[in-house]
């Protein structure tokens, strides 16, 4: 498979697994851990949506689905499925470390290591979901604040978890 059509798809895949696992598991509801909540605030003043913004905290202040994809693509690339078992375990010793009561980072690493290991078949490699989820990251995270804090506040709408 062409790298750069396997990263792209890798990206979509990853983005589309941290951010509904993400959303399932209530991030955009509420700040679930300290932080999260002054992120959400401060995302809002500039004019971006509140559960986006608690979204967006919630994945800063505590390893969640997108800390554990990308756990899980490494894990896999290193010790294959049992590799992506440990991030998953890593994660939620994480969750606990920062006082996070949820599982979607647990839950989004054994997801994530699962896609990865359908998409073996297929010709991806995990070395794609790596650097996919990356992308994926930044699309959240790096690059507009306001305008992703709204995609995720429509998606959290979606599934009716808006704050």
């Not at 290591?113 to 490699?125: K, R």
Request: glycine content about 14%.
């Amino acid at each position: 498979m062409n790298e750069v059509i396997g990263i792209i798809i890798a990206a979509i895949l990853c983005w589309l697994n941290f951010v509904i696992v993400d959303t399932y598991f209530g991030l955009p509801e509420q700040p679930g851990v300290k932080g999260a909540r002054i992120i959400g605030e401060n995302v809002e003043k500039r004019g971006g949506d509140i559960a986006g913004g608690f979204f967006q905290g919630n994945i800063v202040c505590s390893p969640d689905a997108s800390a554990g994809t990308l756990m899980a693509s490494i894990g896999y690339l290193l010790l294959g499925i049992p590799g992506g078992i440990i991030a998953a375990f890593f994660v939620f010793m994480g969750n606990r470390l920062c006082a996070d009561p949820g599982y979607a980072g647990t839950v989004g690493s054994l997801t994530a290591t699962l896609i990865i290991f359908i998409c073996s078949f297929l010709g991806f490699t995990p070395e794609m979901f790596i650097v996919g989820m990356v992308i994926a990251i930044l699309t959240v995270q790096g690059i507009d604040h306001r305008r992703a804090s709204i995609v995720l506040g429509k998606i959290a709408e979606k599934f009716n978890r808006h704050a």
